[in-house]
């Protein structure tokens, strides 16, 4: 054996409870795989980016693809938040948790012509339009139905975001946003777009990012941009700067940027801009508020290596299979415990069904409640029923209370709509 058994540091106590909720009593009751959210520490982040964002023309939209449980876009609603949205579906959810149809904006590059009728008879606030094509038919589509449609420009400014590949998204090759000589031409023919009303910019870059650099970058060619854009006669009523602000996965390594910097660079970038500011985080929202309880199914000595096999998997969390992403796992105890050398594995058929590979744990056996961190944010929004694992409960901690926020799916939940042929029907 390669790994010396030592005695872990003192557990914390935010290992056996969050949000004053016993969470081996919460697990006991609800079963595992489930995820549960502090709704106090969104409430904290809320706060946090109110507070930096006082005295701005600013409106946040929550970017809901983060975390689309509608009890969690309800609190983004009696914030006084509004939503980013990519689909219909996301739509529907946020307009049903309440967030008024005028605090949304539409991103994304595969807007359907029907997803464009739905946003257009909601009357969300703004598409950010990300091809000639797009705005095209949106002037098409609102010109039917005599509306006029707001819309902003989703720049891609060329701005490498230094995060992950998968998530980068501001680069020219990738399939985001357009560049600025596209964007010029649309202004400069905008007195054609006779229901469209291209008042607006757009830049989204990345995700999880950690560094300002690149943030800076990118803000400062889109303010170049707007001023241009300003003395050749355009009106820019709205400058939307995106999501993107990284958080704090794995302790003493990631260093977020801190809310109150990340909010003097758009301050400083976009000083004289008297418009609207719009702003779409979505991971720094929800991230650090959730985690996953799962059990220990078995420990498994391979010949090579030691799993620990639990009930979650990359169904519940994609981020490690995906990404290679690195989330913190804990016991939920305050024993001390021996360290032990892990490969922590789901039970789904695939080798990437991996949360981590040589993982030092305090020592496990079957029955153990673990709980991996920071998955609040692309934790359940991602899930899946590969394996045909019925998808995990969502729970929602405040202040010593819970509540469930999403059943655990049934089987028959799960077979919902499926059925073996009954008919056959000519198209
Ligand atoms: N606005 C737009 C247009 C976006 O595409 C995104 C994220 C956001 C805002 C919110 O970004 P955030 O503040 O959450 O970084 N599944 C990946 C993240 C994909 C992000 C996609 N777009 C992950 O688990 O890391």
Request: glycine residues 8%; aromatic residues 6%; charged residues 25%.
């Amino acid at each position: 054996m390669t790994n010396m058994a030592t005695t872990t540091e003192p557990p914390r106590t935010a290992d056996i409870s969050w949000d004053g909720v016993d969470l081996q009593a919460l697990a006991q009751k609800l079963g595992t795989p489930c995820h549960v959210y502090s709704a106090t520490a969104i409430r904290q982040r809320i706060g946090a980016l109110r507070a930096a964002l006082h005295g701005m023309n600013a409106l946040v939209c929550y970017a809901a693809k983060a975390n689309s449980n509608v009890a969690i876009l309800q609190l983004m609603t009696e914030a006084g938040f509004g939503a980013d949205i990519v689909s219909a579906g996301e739509m529907h959810r946020s307009l049903r948790a309440g967030i008024p149809a005028q605090r949304i904006v539409f991103s994304g590059v595969g807007k359907s012509a029907d997803e464009i009728v739905e946003a257009l008879s909601a009357g969300i606030a703004r598409f950010n339009v990300e091809s000639a094509d797009e705005l095209h038919l949106l002037q098409r589509l609102a010109a039917e139905r005599g509306v006029t449609a707001y819309a902003a420009v989703r720049v891609n400014p060329d701005v490498d975001a230094l995060t992950h590949a998968k998530i980068s998204t501001g680069k020219s090759e990738n399939k985001f946003g357009v560049g600025i000589d596209e964007a010029r031409r649309w202004f400069a023919e905008s007195a054609r777009l006779t229901h469209v009303r291209l008042d607006g910019l757009h830049v989204h870059i990345g995700s999880q990012m950690l560094d300002p650099d690149p943030i800076r970058m990118a803000l400062r060619r889109v303010a170049d941009f707007w001023r241009e854009l300003v003395a050749a006669g355009h009106a820019i009523n709205s400058i939307d700067v995106g999501g993107g602000l990284g958080v704090c996965y794995r302790a003493g390594r990631d260093q977020p940027i801190a809310i109150e910097d990340y909010v003097a660079i758009i301050r400083h970038a976009l000083a004289d801009f008297r418009g609207r500011i719009l702003l779409e985080p979505g991971r720094w929202l929800a991230a650090e508020a959730g985690a996953l309880l799962t059990r220990v199914i078995r420990v498994k000595q391979g010949r090579q290596r030691r799993f620990l096999v639990t009930d979650a998997a990359m169904t519940e969390l994609l981020r490690p299979s995906l990404y290679d992403a690195w989330h913190e796992i804990a016991p939920v105890t305050l024993e001390a415990r021996p360290v032990q050398t892990y490969d922590i594995v789901g039970p789904v058929c695939e080798t990437g069904d991996t949360f981590a590979v040589d993982r030092e744990l305090p020592r496990c056996e079957a029955g153990d409640l673990l709980m991996i961190r920071t998955t609040g944010a692309y934790g359940a929004s991602m899930a899946s029923n590969y394996n045909s694992r019925p998808l995990a409960a969502e729970v929602l901690l405040d202040r010593g209370r819970y509540a469930v926020v999403r059943q655990r799916q049934t089987f028959e939940d799960m077979l919902a709509g499926e059925r073996p042929v009954r008919q056959w029907e000519n198209a």
